[in-house]
């Protein structure tokens, strides 16, 4: 058990760029960063924040998610990113992930799974740095969970999850869904009862501007729930942010889902900690409820805020939950029709393995 996450190091915003300044400083660090390398105007924000503290002690690992036809405009600007990572970071390799299969199936999980084997994290890196700002939740949350693995074998290395979040920017990003909602690799549990008792699946969907289609599919694929818990951010940078994802999702909520108003969860849209904690704690508390007459399963479906995605990846892999998901066929992103959005971003950083952790003991204390 991880029992330092509910307190792990954290860095919020301009405490994040004195963290790197202050703790990459030493000669003796050696980095690899994987991050993505996208249409996402946020995907090169981590990389030069790394670069300028670590100069050529920093390599990098940078993803190109590649789903079929994408928009000339998209394409444009992911190969302007892509150029810029190359310069900010030169000591880079890019990795092409084909997203769909021939038959249009979702495998991008199992192969970032397979290129991030064939090129092992060398002996002499001390940190290894995973930006899940632009990446995909089939992509991210299968690599994460391997590099943190990676790093919790090699007792010398510290593993780090970096954020750049904009909730206004996410809402122009929208997505074409696809029609095979799936487990993300990694992380699809068994889903069937032991035999003795019956299953009861408890559905924990992350509402999100613009995601309904795409919940939707994901909760018939789940099949019966014996409750749904929608999660909202809350608090959050607009105040009214859960209540226009109230308004926008009535249908499902009260219709389709027959959501019990008691059963909403709120989490924090700029700590994952806070996510991460409260899923813990609905954990602890459906199983200690159900012990005896069902079998418990709490099934993820982070398709929003990355923050929020952060802290159900962290829940996911402490407690083994499984996380469902759609996988996107194509995006488009309102920007240079749209007027400039004046709302600055909010970074995130956590550590959530490393010598630093090395003497806490089961609860989480030094």
């Not at 759609?326 to 010598?355: K, R, W």
């Amino acid at each position: 058990m991880r029992s330092h996450w509910a307190n792990c190091i954290t860095n919020f915003d301009e405490d994040v760029d004195e963290f790197v300044a202050d703790y990459f400083v030493e000669p003796s660090r050696r980095v690899l960063l994987v991050a993505a390398a996208g249409f996402d105007p946020r995907s090169r924000r981590i990389a030069q924040m790394l670069s300028t503290a670590l100069g050529d002690r920093l390599s990098s690992l940078f993803i190109r998610e590649e789903r079929p036809a994408p928009s000339a405009a998209l394409l444009e600007q992911a190969d302007q990113n892509e150029a810029a990572l190359r310069a900010i970071a030169p000591n880079c390799k890019v990795l092409k992930v084909e997203i769909f299969a021939d038959d249009g199936a979702p495998v991008g999980g199992a192969r970032i799974i397979k290129l991030l084997g064939e090129n092992p994290i060398a002996d002499d890196v001390t940190d290894v740095i995973l930006d899940l700002s632009a990446l995909s939740t089939g992509v991210g949350f299968p690599a994460a969970r391997m590099l943190l693995e990676d790093c919790e074998a090699a007792t010398n290395r510290a593993f780090h999850l970096m954020i750049v979040s904009n909730p206004e920017l996410d809402d122009r990003i929208s997505g074409v869904p696809c029609s095979r909602p799936s487990p993300v690799k990694g992380f699809s549990p068994p889903m069937e009862a032991d035999g003795e008792h019956d299953l009861a699946q408890i559905w924990i969907p992350q509402l999100a501007c613009g995601r309904m289609s795409a919940l939707t599919q994901i909760g018939i694929a789940i099949g019966r729930c014996y409750k749904i818990c929608p999660l909202l951010p809350f608090p959050s940078r607009n105040p009214r942010r859960a209540d226009d994802l109230l308004s926008e999702y009535r249908g499902a909520l009260v219709d389709e889902w027959e959501v019990d108003p008691r059963d909403v969860v709120y989490a924090s849209e700029k700590n994952p900690l806070d996510c991460y904690r409260t899923l813990s704690t609905l954990k602890v508390r459906f199983d200690r409820t159900m012990d005896g007459t069902y079998e418990p399963r709490m099934v993820l479906s982070p398709v929003g805020s990355k923050v929020l995605a952060a802290g159900a990846l962290m829940a996911a892999i402490e407690h083994g939950m499984a996380v469902q998901y759609l996988e996107t066929e194509s995006y488009s992103f309102v920007d240079s029709q749209a007027p400039q959005i004046n709302t600055p971003d909010m970074t995130v950083h956590l550590i959530l393995s490393g010598p630093i952790y090395s003497s806490y003991d089961e609860t989480g204390r030094i």
